[in-house]
């Protein structure tokens, strides 16, 4: 059976960096993503970065560019997610996420994930990051 475990969220000030991790466990696939996604109070859900485990491929959310680097580890299944200058607006839950049958992060795939339409097939519990002075 498929597991997510998130670690490393928390508390910074503005400005400030953390570093997410999900190690995915209990499944065998040869074309999968893992993404981070994002839900803030009163808010949708929102993509904020994928990354192909076959090709290293990636999506990051406008906001999150040359701010958030996402990087994956195919030896234990593991993605990290590198959040640096952060901002009160990056405040929210993030979720671990996998997709399987991806190949690579497509046009296609953009589309959806920009849309909202993109959808996961397990999902981790979350953690929380908090951004505040």
């Known amino acids: 059976q498929l597991q997510l475990v998130e670690s490393g969220g928390g508390s910074v000030q503005p400005g400030g960096s953390l570093r997410l991790s999900c190690a995915a466990s209990?499944?065998?696939?040869?074309?999968?993503?893992i993404g981070w996604f994002r839900q803030a109070p009163g808010k949708e859900r929102t993509a904020v970065s994928v990354?192909?485990?076959?090709?290293?491929?990636?999506y990051y959310h406008a906001s999150v560019e040359g701010r958030f680097t996402i990087s994956r580890d195919n030896a234990d299944n593991t993605v990290s997610l590198q959040m640096n200058s952060l901002k009160p607006e990056d405040t929210g839950v993030y979720y671990c996420?996998?997709?399987?049958?991806?190949?690579?992060?497509?046009?296609?795939?953009?589309?959806?994930?920009?849309?909202?339409?993109?959808?996961?097939?397990?999902w981790g519990q979350g953690t929380q990051v908090t951004v505040s002075s």
């Open positions: 209990g499944f065998t696939s040869n074309y999968y993503a």
């Open positions: 990354i192909s485990m076959t090709d290293g491929s990636t």
């Open positions: 996420a996998v997709k399987k049958g991806i190949l690579t992060i497509s046009f296609v795939q953009r589309v959806a994930l920009v849309s909202g339409t993109y959808e996961n097939d397990h």
